[in-house]
């Protein structure tokens, strides 16, 4: 029988029916086996009350437009029992599932354990979650009685528009142990949420030991809150915040008058976080464009962070290759501070809580390109590229942190109206007790210098490539770090390379082995700069040249007490203003005891290409100690170029007080600057009485005719036997020119003089410039000697029979100072041997 229309029609409405119902199919291992569902809602209805138990899988086959929030409960709640839940999108087509929907959202996992979304992302499948209620998330973990636990969001896009400040598109209250990995997550249309993931307080329990990895993240921040962050996490420990982009795919305005913070990532709370590998700026995920944000309308101060972490717990928490980069942040009047990476104890914390981290190999800004990230406002501007402890505060907190291997640059502050402008490339300040390594970073490069400024300025344009903080009581060691191609252009603001700004604290500096070079400053520049008298440091080794001021330039310019100066080689400083000067060492201290300044290179005159100073005040060691003592010994100081106008005299050594006591011995000070046109005289050394002065074995060398060998209060001495009368010391000195192999050099070996002159052994003081051994009697200056022998010398064969005539080939291997060969090849050595001695 042939069927008639009416049942026709009748059987096409009843699947049609069906296909409306099914778009969401679901397989149990136990219960009822199969379901079908019209949306997310039904089909975690039935789980709730048992009706599907065991290993769960849900398809998604259409999109769904939930009218009701999903909530799924914990396993063990009323009658639900299962072991886990899988939802994936099939039928080869992108899926969504969409509501408008306040409260708890689009999705609640309410205390749901073993929950896996994956959008798959593969053979045209593909998952998308949005919310566009602005009251809520979009996807909740939380629940009164129990953790939402090790759950997986993975592949999907979850879109969201909550304005709320206290929560995000995807929001944790009392989650551990959950992943959410390679998703997309982001505004729906353009209504941009406050929060993009947020973890904050909740009454039942914290959020710990959650992962958030490989996520593109962007498009965050509306008008109406009062901050933003892609990740905003308090109260939670042990997070892994892993491979995320974090970007503004267009520019950003903030008009809310009450607007003032803006975070990439915020950890407020806890430890062992693990923030690593995240890429933050730019205006894509595939790392083009730029993040742009205005702030014209914000409130007058804001602060960004691009990474902002306090903590309240020991566990040792790593901040490590991170990429901050392509920013553009400007504003009218508003001040602003950029801190790419802050890190410190949580707000009203216990103080004696050990905070371990690390913050290593991250990028902020560029090695290659100039103005990767650039400030520009009316108001104040402030720019910590690395931030431990915060200076502006008078709260200290104990950490135990190396920041290592970090590379700062492609930054520029443009000079504007605003009376305030500067850079700290790295900044720490830390309570009593606390232990801060900050080795192996470079800030500023030759292909993206760091530029605070770009007319000149009264106004505080400067910068300090590491600034350990007033009000700091930390042990700090800075090692290896190179500071480079920086500028400024405040005529009235000092800058420096580094500098240590601390009031007679408790704990040392170890300043060692640092590389300061190229930098460039309106205002007075030093490479290294210590401010009241921090006691007990250690600067050894460091190399400080290529600086250039429009004012006074000093390599090292200390304030010290107690403290040692050692084989540090310093060269190559410069003054564009003739009323000023030049100083390589400059000593300065109020209070006792006894600084030891060592082994030292000095070399100034030129600049880096070798052009003479035309005609500035140049000083070699400047001793401006008083009521305190600084003891030189084995300093070598070359003083040359021509000065071809103007009246300004150079010195070796300058000595301004004499009321302290004070020894220099075993010096070699070398003046040979010549004038052309220019009338100033140029001294080997300058002593202003000798009031419990020791000096003796120098040696002193003044070339005609402008050289003068020393003036003695305001008296000329230009012969030895004269000053020696004058002063009733340096008895066993001598008036010598020690033909430096390369007076002016730009390599230590160059200071080694031919004409060595040997002077008298000093207690405690067994090596020179190389830490090579000394000789007894040792010879005066820096360095004793150029040239060590390798260790391994090659023997070709490696054991010969000792017949009396069979020769070997014997390969030995000389290096410099900087351990490069400098002669390579072998030698034929004959050796003779009879039975009971060898002799060659």
């Known amino acids: 029988m ?26 149990a291992s136990l219960g009822s086996p199969t379901g079908s569902y019209s949306n997310l809602k039904e089909t975690f209805d039935r789980i709730n009350d048992g009706t599907h138990q065991g290993d769960i899988t849900i398809q998604i086959t259409a999109d769904i437009t939930e009218n009701v929030t999903a909530v799924l409960n914990n396993s063990g709640a009323g009658f639900s029992n299962y072991t886990s839940v899988t939802i994936t999108p099939s039928g080869g087509a992108p899926r969504i599932v969409s509501g408008n929907l306040a409260s708890n959202g689009l999705i609640y996992l309410n205390g749901a354990d073993y929950v896996t979304i994956d959008g798959l992302n593969t053979l045209g499948n593909a998952l998308i979650f949005e919310n566009e ?15 939402s636990e090790n759950n997986l969001i993975t592949n999907c896009t979850i879109l969201g528009a909550t304005s709320s400040s206290y929560s995000g598109v995807i929001l944790f209250q009392w989650a551990s142990n959950n992943v959410l990995s390679d998703n997309v997550i982001g505004p729906f249309s353009n209504n941009n949420p406050a929060n993009l993931i947020y973890a904050g307080y909740f009454y039942a329990g914290d959020s710990n030991f959650n992962s958030i990895t490989g996520n593109d993240l962007s498009d965050y921040g509306n008008s109406s809150a009062t901050r933003a962050a892609a990740i905003y996490l308090e109260y939670g420990t042990n997070w892994t915040i ?34 690593n590998n995240n890429i933050i700026g730019y205006s894509s995920a595939s790392q083009t464009g730029i993040t742009q944000i205005d702030l014209s309308g914000a409130a007058s101060s804001v602060d960004l962070y691009p990474i902002h972490f306090t903590s309240d717990g020991s566990t040792e928490s790593n901040i490590e290759n991170n990429v901050i980069s392509e920013f553009s942040i400007s504003g009218t009047t508003q001040h602003i501070g950029f801190y790419p990476i802050f890190y410190e104890g949580t707000y009203n914390s216990s103080a004696s809580i050990l905070r371990n981290a690390r913050i290593s190999n991250n990028l902020v800004g560029s090695e290659t390109k100039p103005n990767a990230i650039t400030l520009n406002t009316g108001g104040n501007m402030r720019f910590r590229a690395i931030l431990l402890g915060n200076p502006g505060s008078s709260l200290n907190y104990l950490y135990d942190v190396t920041i290592n291997n970090n590379r700062i640059g492609g930054i520029q502050v443009p000079t504007t109206g605003s009376s305030l402008g500067y850079f700290n490339g790295i900044t720490t300040k830390g309570y009593a007790g606390s232990i801060v390594r900050v080795t192996e970073n470079t800030i500023g490069f030759p292909s993206a210098p760091i530029q605070i400024g770009d007319n000149p300025t009264s106004s505080q344009y400067s910068y300090s490539g590491i600034y350990v903080s007033y009000n700091g009581y930390e042990h700090v060691t800075l090692e290896g770090n190179t500071i480079q191609n920086l500028r400024s252009y405040s005529t009235n603001y000092s800058s420096q390379g580094i500098e240590l700004f601390k009031y007679n604290p408790t704990n040392t500096y170890v300043i060692t082995d640092n590389t300061v070079r190229s930098l460039q400053a309106e205002g007075e520049l030093s490479g290294i700069k210590s401010n009241y008298n921090p006691s007990g ?24 007490k107690s403290s040692t100066i050692a084989r540090n080689f310093i060269h190559s400083l410069v003054t564009t203003d003739n009323t000023r000067s030049v100083a390589g060492i400059y000593m300065r201290s109020f209070s006792a005891p006894v600084n030891t300044v060592k082994n030292n290179i000095v070399s100034l005159g030129s600049d880096a290409l070798g052009s003479a100073l035309n005609n500035s005040a140049i000083y070699g060691i400047y001793d401006n100690t008083n009521g305190a003592s600084s003891d030189y010994y084995f300093n070598t100081v070359s003083i040359h170029g021509t000065g071809n106008s103007g009246n300004q005299n150079s010195y070796g050594f300058y000595r301004v007080y004499s009321n302290y006591n004070s020894v220099i011995k075993n010096n070699l000070f070398a003046n040979s600057r010549t004038n052309t046109g220019a009338t100033g005289n140029h001294y080997a050394i300058r002593l202003r009485n000798n009031t419990s002065l020791t000096i003796d074995s120098n040696t002193y060398y003044a070339s005609s005719p402008d050289g003068v060998l020393g003036q003695f209060n305001s008296s000329n001495h230009s012969t030895l036997g004269s000053w020696q009368s004058a002063t009733g010391q340096d008895l066993n000195s001598l008036e010598s020119d020690p033909q430096l192999n390369e007076a002016n050099g730009t390599a230590p070996e160059g200071y080694l003089p031919i004409n060595l002159e040997q002077g008298e052994a000093i207690s405690g003081i067994t090596t020179d410039f190389y830490v090579g051994p000394r000789n007894n009697p040792p010879y005066m200056g820096a360095l004793e000697s150029l040239y060590t022998l390798n260790s ?16 070997a080939s014997i390969i030995v291997q000389l290096f410099d100072a900087n351990n490069n060969p400098i002669l390579t090849g072998g030698e034929t050595v004959t050796i003779n041997t009879s039975l009971g001695s060898i002799s060659g």
């Open 792 to 807: 391994t010398i090659t023997a070709n064969p490696g054991s010969i029979t000792a017949d009396g005539s069979s020769t």
């Open 537 to 560: 440091s250690l600067y050894a080794d460091n190399k400080i040249y290529d600086l250039l001021s429009n004012h006074n330039t000093y390599g090292m310019y200390l304030g010290e």
């Open 242 to 275: 892993n491979n995320n982009t974090i970007f503004q795919s267009s520019a950003r305005s903030f008009n809310n008058p009450s607007f003032n913070r803006y975070y990439g990532i915020y950890v407020r709370n806890g430890s062992g976080h693990q923030i």
């Open 2 to 27: 042939r069927p008639n229309f009416t049942q026709i029609c009748g059987l096409f409405f009843f699947f049609n029916i069906l296909v409306g119902y099914s778009q969401v199919t679901l397989n």
């Open 133 to 147: 209620n602005p009251a809520a998330p979009t996807i909740k973990f939380s629940s009164n009685s129990n953790a």
